[in-house]
């Protein structure tokens, strides 16, 4: 594959009337090939669909935009959940990062964060309004004897936080930070 540096040169290259001709190279995503250039007079005159070809290739090299997701684990106990939340709030309300996807997934004693009780209840209810994602561990809930009545309207139950963690990690490629 040709770099930008290179890719650039072959530009200057052809659209100053130059021949060139990389034989099995491709003009890029579209396919198009570049090996269609012809010479005449030891290589000083290119013909027109190469300048053009390479011309659409330059258009179609824009950098894309890439958005990220991101899982929070919350595991701590009650005096920790307003770091969390706040933790979650800074990343949705950070214009200088496009986040597609946004999760907490709360285990351990960070189960209490997601339930109706939680200090930070409120919280939690307009990050979900934002579209954040809250996911109970269903294990920890189970040890803490709660059921889906105690949480939060919106937060989706799991089987397993740690499970849940490592699936979101290598299939669905999230960046992962550990809350407070």
Known sequence: MMGNHSRRRFLELAGTGTAVALAGCSGGPSGTATTDATSTDAGTETSQETTETATETTEEAEPEVSTMSTVFHFSSGESHQNHAVANVANLVNDG?????????????????????????????????????????????????NFSEDDL?????????????????????NYAYIKTP
């Open 96 to 144: 200088t990062t496009e986040v597609e996807t946004a999760e907490l997934i709360a285990n351990g004693q960070g189960i209490r964060l997601v339930t109706v009780d939680s200090s930070v209840a409120d919280k939690v209810k307009s990050l979900v309004q934002q579209g954040v994602k809250f996911k109970a561990c269903q294990n920890s809930m189970n040890a803490f």
């Open 152 to 172: 939060i309207d919106g937060v989706e139950t799991v089987p397993a936080g740690v499970g849940e963690l490592t699936k979101l990690q290598a299939k669905e």
